[in-house]
């Protein structure tokens, strides 16, 4: 089975950049969309950034573009997400999620995916 682990989450300041990383155990991530998701307190879960299977297509939430990248790194079995210019409106806890894809296609919804991560807290404050 996919296990997904985050790492990276921290206390910044707005304005700041912090790098989340998701790595991978259990199978080789170059067979597997992954998105990003976050939820902060009283609000629902929310996408964030996507990447297919081989890295060549991403797509952002328009709260993050701009500002949010995502990569992926199928040699290291991780995917990041890097965050600038952050603001406390970015505060929540950050989850990538997995599944498996026979193509490029994105997957935008949390139905989509079968495998998740536990979270790392972000906090954007001053």
């Known amino acids: 089975q996919l296990q997904l682990v985050e790492s990276g989450g921290d206390l910044v300041q707005p304005g700041g950049s912090l790098r989340l990383s998701c790595a991978a155990s259990?199978?080789?991530?170059?067979?597997?969309?992954i998105g990003w998701f976050r939820q902060a307190p009283g609000k629902e879960r929310e996408g964030v950034s996507y990447?297919?299977?081989?890295?060549?297509?991403?797509n952002y939430a328009d709260s993050v573009k701009g500002r949010f990248t995502i990569s992926k790194d199928n040699a290291k079995n991780t995917v990041y997400l890097q965050m600038n210019s952050l603001k406390p409106e970015d505060t929540a806890n950050y989850y990538c999620?997995?599944?498996?894809?026979?193509?490029?296609?994105?997957?935008?919804?949390?139905?989509?995916?079968?495998?998740w991560g536990q979270g790392t807290q972000v906090t954007v404050s001053s």
């Open positions: 999620a997995a599944r498996r894809a026979a193509s490029s296609i994105l997957y935008y919804a949390s139905h989509d995916y079968d495998s």
């Open positions: 259990g199978f080789p991530l170059n067979n597997y969309a």
């Open positions: 990447i297919s299977r081989s890295g060549g297509r991403t």
